[in-house]
């Protein structure tokens, strides 16, 4: 899609930054590389947030709002002289970007977390849908978490496993299969704030 800024006609392109692995937006004129929106300041847990140069681009707020491209979300990230102000992009235009119009994006990959205490490995992934049934939909429940504890010994016997049930979907509620961790540990260890390491 083309858009208008400071009277040009751009283009957006997207990728990822090579550290941290954040968003990275940028616009494009006349199929050159015309601006960059995003800085990479630190480690960001959303895949759609990043932080934007309104230094270099003093307009870009006021473009990614009236464009419903992005929304402020209120937090400001220093460096040096500068301030970075946090925006989410539209997920439906950066999976675009991206490539991820079948549903793919990586933030939601299923991930394997270790548990020092008690030497377990879970496996932790987004739920398909297909386990849900008629009585699951009529009290609500709409998406699940699902998840299987190994033990840490030969072949990897399985410890426990199960669901969570869910009444928002899976990718609104969590930004990333990571920021559902604390739940899976409640419901199998009673405890949200049992220390773990994700496996990369």
């Known amino acids: 899609m083309e858009y208008l800024f400071n009277g040009e006609k751009v283009t957006l392109m997207a990728s990822t930054y090579a550290s941290y692995n954040n968003l990275y937006v940028g616009l494009i004129s006349e199929g050159e590389p015309y601006a960059d929106i995003t800085v990479n300041l630190k480690p960001l847990t959303d895949p759609y947030t990043a932080f934007v140069d309104t230094n270099n681009l003093p307009n870009i707020g006021k473009f990614l709002t009236d464009n419903h491209i992005a929304e402020y979300l209120g937090t400001i990230q220093t460096s040096g002289y500068c301030a970075y102000p946090l925006y ?12 991820w119009e079948n549903n793919f994006n990586p933030a939601y990959n299923d991930i394997y977390v270790f548990i020092p205490a008690t030497k377990h490995i879970i496996k932790i992934a987004e739920g398909t849908g297909n386990n ?34 869910l009444k928002e979907e899976f990718r ?11 739940d899976v540990l409640e419901d199998v260890y009673n405890d949200r704030e049992q220390p773990f390491i994700v496996l990369k």
């Open 172 to 182: 609104i509620k969590y930004k990333s299969t990571e920021e559902c961790i604390p």
């Open 132 to 165: 849900l049934n008629n009585e699951d939909y009529a009290e609500g429940y709409v998406d699940y978490i699902d998840y299987t504890a190994y033990q840490m010994e030969d072949e990897f016997p399985e410890y426990d496993g199960g669901m969570i049930m």
């Open 88 to 99: 989410r992009f539209n997920p439906e235009i950066i999976n675009k970007l991206m490539g």
